[in-house]
């Protein structure tokens, strides 16, 4: 006779807690403060979901009220101005832009609402953690955490079982890895 194969089983400890380790996108920035504004080349590398390289070279202010930065994309021929993130709520931001693309002939504008929250049906973080390793010169983590809590319930007399656990559900990645040379005029 042969053992019947439950339907029901479990997720395994594997299935519901992923932690990728491999980020997906390595840039090395280098920038140069002068006389208040920050010139920087930032090459950027992809390998996921293809291997791919962007070059950008951008200038923008320094002080904390900052509300601009100016890019230039040398590879693609686009040239953009975006405002700086205008907080809406404590944790939903605006971002505009416009922009020209001489490949395209094409000039125009565009927006982003970001959160560090969001998800399809689970919950997500996305965070940047910056570490100094010595004056001049940062590393700049970007992960991300998508996580369903677990939930213990419970029943007596309903016929429902008296004691249920769902383990929740966790997936972490480390996606980017920076390395930002910082050259100041003065430390």
């Given at each position: 006779m042969e053992p019947s194969l439950n339907s029901e089983e479990p997720p395994s400890w594997d299935e519901l807690y992923n932690i990728n380790l491999v980020p997906s996108e390595l840039f090395f920035k280098f920038r140069k403060?002068?006389?208040?504004?920050?010139?920087?080349?930032?090459?950027?590398?992809?390998?996921?979901?293809?291997?791919?390289?962007?070059?950008?070279?951008?200038?923008?202010?320094?002080?904390?009220d900052r509300k601009w930065k100016f890019i230039y994309e040398p590879i693609h021929s686009d040239i953009r101005?975006?405002?700086?993130?205008?907080?809406?709520?404590?944790?939903?931001?605006?971002?505009v832009g416009v922009g020209h693309s001489f490949q395209l002939r094409a000039t125009g504008w565009k927006w982003?609402?970001?959160?560090?929250?969001?998800g399809d049906g689970m919950s997500r973080i996305r965070n940047k953690t910056s570490l100094g390793l010595f004056p001049g010169m940062d590393l700049r983590l970007g992960w991300r955490a998508d996580y369903v809590l677990p939930e213990i319930t419970g029943a007596v007399g309903s016929g429902e079982p008296l004691f249920?656990?769902?383990?929740?559900?966790?997936?972490?990645?480390?996606?980017?890895?920076e390395a930002i040379l910082t050259h100041r005029d003065t430390y």
């Amino acid at each position: 006779m042969e053992p019947s194969l439950n339907s029901e089983e479990p997720p395994s400890w594997d299935e519901l807690y992923n932690i990728n380790l491999v980020p997906s996108e390595l840039f090395f920035k280098f920038r140069k403060e002068h006389q208040g504004f920050r010139f920087g080349v930032n090459l950027e590398f992809y390998n996921a979901p293809s291997n791919d390289f962007l070059a950008k070279l951008v200038l923008k202010p320094l002080s904390p009220d900052r509300k601009w930065k100016f890019i230039y994309e040398p590879i693609h021929s686009d040239i953009r101005v975006l405002s700086k993130k205008i907080p809406i709520t404590k944790f939903l931001n605006l971002q505009v832009g416009v922009g020209h693309s001489f490949q395209l002939r094409a000039t125009g504008w565009k927006w982003k609402l970001t959160t560090c929250f969001g998800g399809d049906g689970m919950s997500r973080i996305r965070n940047k953690t910056s570490l100094g390793l010595f004056p001049g010169m940062d590393l700049r983590l970007g992960w991300r955490a998508d996580y369903v809590l677990p939930e213990i319930t419970g029943a007596v007399g309903s016929g429902e079982p008296l004691f249920n656990l769902n383990s929740g559900k966790l997936e972490a990645s480390l996606d980017r890895i920076e390395a930002i040379l910082t050259h100041r005029d003065t430390y």
